[in-house]
């Protein structure tokens, strides 16, 4: 079976930092391209940071600078490094996978993250 396992979500104040975590199972991990996306009420669902299966990395210009997306292979986990969070920045967090081989696509359940003082 495979499962994206999402984690690290949560309530911070404005300039606080979170770091979130994908945990990975039952793919084979260094063949899939990895990502997040966010979803605010009201708003579509944006691609936030893109990491692909030979490291290269793309961001949406709103976190360039403040979020750091990583991989550990050997791990099969993807992090999203959030830091200097702002308001506009709340939104449920969807951990993304796809194959670079079969283009097969999964998603995490999301996690919240909340940015208020």
Do not use: H
């Amino acid at each position: 079976q495979v499962q994206l396992t999402e984690s690290g979500g949560g309530l911070v104040q404005p300039a606080g930092s979170l770091r979130l975590s994908c945990a990975a199972s039952g793919i084979v991990f260094k063949s899939y391209a990895m990502a997040w996306y966010r979803q605010a009420p009201g708003k579509q669902r944006e691609l936030v940071a893109l990491i692909t299966g030979g490291g290269g990395v793309n961001y949406v210009d709103s976190v360039k600078g403040r979020f750091t997306i990583s991989r550990d292979n050997a791990k099969n986990t993807a992090y999203l490094q959030m830091n200097s969070l702002k308001p506009e920045d709340t939104a449920v967090y969807y951990c993304f996978a796809r194959s670079t081989v079969t283009q097969r696509e999964y998603w995490g359940q999301g996690t919240q993250v909340t940015v208020s003082s």
